[in-house]
């Protein structure tokens, strides 16, 4: 099983930012992205699953928007207006479908500059 993770980057605030997570090696149920600031413990930031339900983390609703390609096995994270507690790695995460396991991506970088 691969995550394949882009995007992320540096930003200010009240920019945009779009990252990708392309999943292979399996089939996936919820597909999501965790944030970890330092000294914080790790949070959901978003998720999807295969059936296109959504769940955000309370601080991202109405900003991010989780979208998911079922046929790719890929789904995009759309941040708007990011702000600087929005810095942190960000990790793709996917539950397998058939088994209860869960993937991790390497994380990437979002800062947001004030």
């Known amino acids: 099983v691969q995550l394949q993770v882009s995007g992320g980057g540096l930003v200010q605030a009240g920019g945009s930012l779009r990252l990708s997570c392309a999943a292979s090696g399996s089939t996936f149920k919820a597909i999501g992205w965790y944030r970890q600031a330092p000294g914080k413990q790790r949070e959901l930031v978003a998720a999807?699953?295969?059936?296109?339900?959504?769940n955000y983390v309370d601080s991202g609703k109405g900003r991010f928007t989780i979208s998911r390609d079922n046929a790719k096995n890929t789904v995009h994270l759309q941040m708007n207006s990011l702000k600087p507690e929005d810095t942190a790695v960000y990790y793709c995460?996917?539950?397998?479908?058939?088994?209860?396991?869960?993937?991790w991506g390497k994380g990437t970088q979002v800062t947001v500059s004030s």
């Open positions: 995460n996917a539950d397998d479908y058939y088994n209860p396991i869960d993937y």
């Open positions: 999807i699953s295969s059936g296109g339900s959504t």
